[in-house]
């Protein structure tokens, strides 16, 4: 009887390793699909536009042009071969209409006859070129959605034309990347993901054991290279991905893509649990990293106008929903999507959409994401307050430099309110796939400003990028956290320290988000030190967006003529629209939505003010116009003491204006020393808080005691906020 | 009989004549919402907001301060006052409970006290002073308001002190109106709306024929004042309002309140058919004048983030809808402002907001609607294409000068699409009620670029504002139209001619909106000829909204230093960014939420180019910092020929970019004389078009014939576009 039961088992191991689809979508899956068309409207709406968008290809002539440009006419054509192939196949197997089959087949062999036939891509502009697109990682893109297809297609194909769709094209690509871009397929970077995971699933769909063998384990197959590599390397133990959130939602996609087939294929690797379940830490730490319309926080290269409906977030969540027992926060999140993956999870996602009463809110959480394959590297902190509705959120970035696209950014801060950006992280300078500029590529402007420090709201010294703004050192380090404290909403705090960026510099941010009953939104307080081992210029800007509506500082205003701040490092592409120098606390205020925002600095007449605009030597009006106020401190440390206060309400509609001014009558820097600093508060008109920072070691319990000018301050921790 | 049906007649008519609620809701009124209070949600809603804002008054300390601000807390506070008095007023009216009419008696009786004490505003600026605010204008609102709301619990004061609220408050108010304000009362703009209003209203409250004599018909009752003399002169015949849509929305407030205290109390005078229903037309010019997220079209003194949202436009709405027998195409918008007023109307919105299944689009149409009292005045073009989910609305402007909130902007072009506007009108340099911009009021930087022809898509002649900016010249002027024609919706078109703006200039500017099969959105293409009668400066602006794609121009980017583009009338705010000569077609691309929009003008190396962002000589950063695109052309006469084109797609959050760049290949002037203008427009790869206009008197049936080197091009009527 055992041993009938282990040959049976066999057999039907043996049969299911026969049969396609088999990759991302089971035979299991498609009967499910069959079955759903009609009874869940998330799932029908997909089904009906993939159906329209391939019907559209199958009336269309089909065409798959000599590769020609980056970002126009050939490039867009080849991606859209793709999705149309990937979604043929899928239609092919539900509703087993012979013409999907026959619509990739005759595409693949049309591929199969110009593939052989390409050198290098004409537009190519590195070492990691492709044939059919510019780059090599639209080429692993291209292969992960075409390995889709052919696994629908492949019963449906017959031997003859299997073999020359391989032998052409399918094995040449392989070989391209296992062994002409080898470096690039075993590099721990999302475009070795693409890469290896393109491979593994082409592995998959050929019955290939060797190149899967390969798409885990390196091409070495030495754990070198390779998925578990890049799973142990490229997430921190908390699930936060080295190059930042907008490369993460990328580089999911084939994360969850090759996991759901390694899944499907390979259950003995129970890959969903390698780590102690790092995939599913991966995607919640994504979307802990988004704001409340689903944008993806910038930092580091990034587009602004990515959200979490973006088709890689749609697959990961609907895999990451099926595989780890339908997690309902993960369900509000996939309603405003409004669109499903056809996959497995898709379904299920689909019918929960459509069927549960009470979706709640996805679970937006103050938390601290840890950087570094060990959770030593630094790390991005996350203060939030209020619901979704009308949340606060700060962000403090202090990893470690995130790879190609990382900034030189330690300890920048990024504020959000009323669903947007508040104080700015530039993202990238890029307009994605817009051919006349510059093919679609990164433009100059991002290296020459949006990578620099002080297209940042952090500390530059000496007007010189933090690591000189050079990768090659910045990568050697990283930032330190200092202490996160998140539980009680009345007081938050996120202090991090970077003692590497300048020789002889020492760092420490800390940012408190204080609740309080006195006033409408928390007030944030950002108490910024620098130490130095001689004289330098300290430069902080504050990236305000929206209109500027007064200040208390009286500036000179540039009004004739204008001149850019400087002349390198970023300083080159901001004008000077005007310039004071202070006399005792800074203020300036905006409007932005239907809130005002001010940020008060302490300073004295040691401390210049610059407004600024970025825009200056751009002659290709790639930048943003946007502003910025920049402090500007001499000496050998300083503190920047700051209080950012959301305020009062505006209402165009209704033309209604309250509180526009600020609340605050002063900041002053009480005292500062190797114990702790203090910052005093005066509210207007008469009561003022202490808030409180210790410069040690973090410590929950050490008592601080500091003596100013005669008044005795004590507190126990790492911050503390007197109140009078 | 017949004597006991008289005497009977008069009884009821004098016992209504006392009763109370008598003049914007009736005691049928109130019997109607107190009967519908649970039945509607959308009057349940605005019933329930209602009692929470008194409510929260009620518990909270009543301040009538001494007035002291033009937008700070004494500013605020008094008109929150007199909100919170006439919805108490209401509330006592619909829930009989004493405690509302008690907190509008005390408050009457503090103003009672307050206002014999007053004398001209602290911060008052102009002649139209009031006493409790900084002009008599919010002085007249104040009263409207509060005449409303003692109308309401006047039966629940008793005798005495109505006598002290009437004799200190109202009778002293309504002689400060009348006597020493005359000059207000009695003048043909929105203030002495408000003013007659605020007297006629009252007078409908205390019973009193003269104050209401005076309201109708000026305060010397001769009808050279008064609110039928404003009927006929501030409305065009179709509707259109002198001031312009933003204003029109803030007048027609009065209007219509006055108008249904008339109606409710003198229906003798059947106030709402007067002048062939002008009050109906005015509220559908008035929504006529809006673009699809509700906001009104910008011209003359404007704030952008004004929509049919507004209470005015509310009640205003509410009031028509029942009047003219409930005109189902209000209810789309009525559902988008998901509120309603207090009144009759109120009710019968919310009632079929409920109830009714389907609720069909407002009717937005392309429409001309003609300015001046006689409609001989010139007027405002739109045409439209396109449902409300992706309208395209062209504007041009060619009306009289709209009082003192007029721009010197004739035959100006404002183009919108995808919900937001793509070529810009500035509107205001304002930030209503905000006290630390001005004190809400109008900044210098309204008279100094806003106002100005140069921050107008339109030509200025000479760096100098049409009618050199003077108000008092420009209002005894207008532009005409040339002709107007919609029916077709592949070749819609608007013409007008100003031949006063300069001394020896005719300006003529044709607008055709051509829909075509081969193309994706329709293609607008815009003739501005201008004859002179010596060498001239002709300057043309594209305000654009949006990121710069690219240009066809070799341009100098002042990238190191930029100074302003002139000196005065407006050039002095404009920063020079980048200067060019053409070489032939000048084109250049913007990118705009999902789509690409190119200008292509013909061009020579006469013409200069500048590309400009507003910013300059503004030191409080009271502007946007807003780009444009001038095009210059030196000589005695010149056409500006331009073709406005949407293209391509945009999906930031799909990265997918489509036809980023222009698909005209050249746009020249094949012809220009006093019998036409034909503009050639080459496609890419290989067809053209050819653009006919008539240059003489309009005729649907004259026949033109031209001679273009050799070749004659023929059309009959206004304009004709061949297609090869």
């Known amino acids: 009887m055992k041993n009938i039961s282990f040959i049976l088992l066999l057999l039907i191991t043996s049969v299911s390793a026969q049969q396609h689809p088999r990759m991302i979508v089971t035979v299991g899956d498609i009967n499910v699909m069959k079955s759903s068309i009609g009874k869940y409207p998330l799932f029908d709406k997909t089904f009906n536009e993939a159906t329209v968008l391939v019907e559209a290809a199958l009336a269309a002539p089909m065409d798959v042009p000599i590769p020609k440009d980056a970002a126009g006419y050939t490039h867009e054509r080849h991606k859209q071969n793709y999705t149309e192939m990937q979604m043929a196949g899928l239609l092919f197997q539900i509703t087993g209409k012979e013409k999907y089959a026959r619509f990739v087949k005759q595409m693949l062999l049309k591929y199969a006859a110009?593939?052989?036939?390409?050198?290098?891509?004409?537009?190519?502009?590195?070492?990691?070129?492709?044939?059919?697109?510019?780059?090599s990682l639209n080429e692993s893109v291209w292969l992960v959605n075409t390995a889709q297809a052919y696994d629908c297609v492949y019963?449906?194909?017959?031997?003859?034309?299997?073999?020359?769709?391989?032998?052409d094209l399918f094995r040449p690509m392989v070989k391209f990347f296992t062994v002409d871009q080898s470096s690039v397929f075993n590099r721990i970077h999302n475009h070795g993901t693409w890469m290896l995971a393109a491979v593994g699933m082409t592995g998959f769909a050929l019955h290939d054991t060797n190149l899967v063998s390969m798409a885990l384990y390196g091409t070495e197959k030495n754990k070198r290279g390779g998925f578990f590599n890049q799973l142990d390397l490229l997430f921190s133990p908390d699930g936060y991905y080295s190059e930042g959130a907008y490369y993460m939602r990328y580089a999911l996609m084939p994360f969850y893509l090759f996991a759901q087939a390694v899944d499907n294929n390979r259950p003995?690797?129970?890959?969903?649990?390698?780590r102690n379940g790092i995939l599913k830490k991966a995607v919640f730490a994504m979307l802990q990293l988004t704001y409340t319309a689903g944008q993806f926080i910038p930092f580091n290269d990034a587009m602004k106008e990515k959200t979490y409906l973006s088709p890689e977030v749609i697959l990961a969540l609907n895999i990451a929903y099926k595989k780890f027992k339908n997690d309902p926060s993960l369900l509000s999140i996939a309603r405003e999507q409004n669109s499903v993956s056809l996959t497995g999870g898709g379904i299920d996602v689909a019918r929960d959409v459509s069927y549960k009463k009470e979706i709640t809110p996805f679970d937006y959480k103050s938390i601290?994401?840890?950087?570094g394959a060990n959770g030593d590297e630094g790390g991005v902190g996350?203060?939030?307050?209020?619901?979704?509705?009308?949340?606060?959120?700060?962000?403090?970035?202090?990893t470690g430099h995130?790879?190609?696209?990382?900034?030189?950014?330690?300890?920048?801060?990024?504020?959000?309110?009323?669903?947007?950006?508040q104080l700015q992280d530039y993202g990238s300078a890029r307009f994605v796939n817009v051919d006349p500029k510059y093919g679609g590529r990164y433009l100059p402007e991002n290296k020459s400003f949006a990578m620099q420090t002080i297209a940042h709201n952090t500390v530059t010294v000496d007007e010189q990028s933090h690591y000189q703004g050079r990768i090659s050192l910045s990568e050697k380090y990283h930032a330190d956290r200092n202490f996160f404290s998140a539980g009680d909403k009345h007081l938050q705090v996120m202090s991090a320290k970077c003692s590497n960026a300048y020789a002889g510099v020492e760092m420490q941010r800390t940012v408190l988000m204080i609740q309080d009953s006195s006033i409408q939104k928390p007030l944030i307080v950002d108490i910024f030190k620098v130490d130095g081992n001689k004289e330098h210029t300290f430069d902080l800007p504050f990236y305000y967006m929206g209109q500027f509506i007064q200040s208390n500082i009286k500036y000179t205003a540039f009004s004739e003529q204008q001149k850019p701040l400087g002349s390198a490092n970023g300083y080159q592409h901001l004008?000077?629209?005007?310039?004071?120098?202070?006399?005792?606390?800074?203020?300036?205020?905006?409007?932005s939505g239907n809130r005002f925002y001010s940020v008060s600095s302490a300073a004295d007449s040691q401390t210049n003010v610059f407004l600024t605009r970025i825009g200056a030597n751009d002659p290709d009006f790639n930048l943003r116009r946007d502003a910025a106020v920049i402090l500007r401190k001499k000496s050998r440390s300083s503190?920047?003491?700051?209080?950012?206060?959301?305020?009062?309400?505006?209402?165009?509609?209704?033309?209604?204006?309250?509180?526009?001014?600020?609340?605050?009558?002063n900041v002053t820097v009480a005292a500062s020393d190797e114990q702790g600093t203090i910052v005093r508060i005066d509210w207007k008109p008469d009561h003022h808080w202490f808030v409180m920072v210790s410069n040690g070691s973090p410590s929950e319990t050490a008592q601080h005691t500091m003596n100013v000018n005669g008044t005795v301050y004590s507190w126990i921790g790492n911050t503390a906020v007197q109140k009078h």
Chains 1, 2 share one sequence.
Do not use: C
């Open 639 to 665: 503190v920047f003491a700051s209080v950012i206060e959301p305020h009062g309400l505006w209402d165009g509609t209704i033309e209604i204006s309250r509180n526009s001014s600020s609340s605050i009558a």
């Open 114 to 135: 110009l593939y052989p036939t390409l050198g290098p891509h004409p537009a190519a502009t590195s070492e990691s070129s492709g044939k059919i697109f510019w780059q």
């Open 382 to 398: 996350l203060l939030r307050n209020g619901t979704s509705d009308d949340q606060m959120l700060l962000v403090m970035k202090y």
């Open 402 to 421: 995130g790879l190609s696209h990382g900034h030189f950014d330690k300890l920048s801060l990024v504020f959000y309110d009323q669903n947007r950006e």
């Open 575 to 591: 004008w000077k629209e005007a310039e004071a120098t202070a006399n005792g606390m800074v203020q300036f205020s905006w409007l």
């Open 268 to 274: 003995d690797l129970s890959i969903f649990e390698y």
């Open 155 to 167: 019963d449906a194909i017959p031997p003859a034309e299997r073999n020359t769709i391989e032998k």
């Open 368 to 371: 601290e994401l840890r950087d």
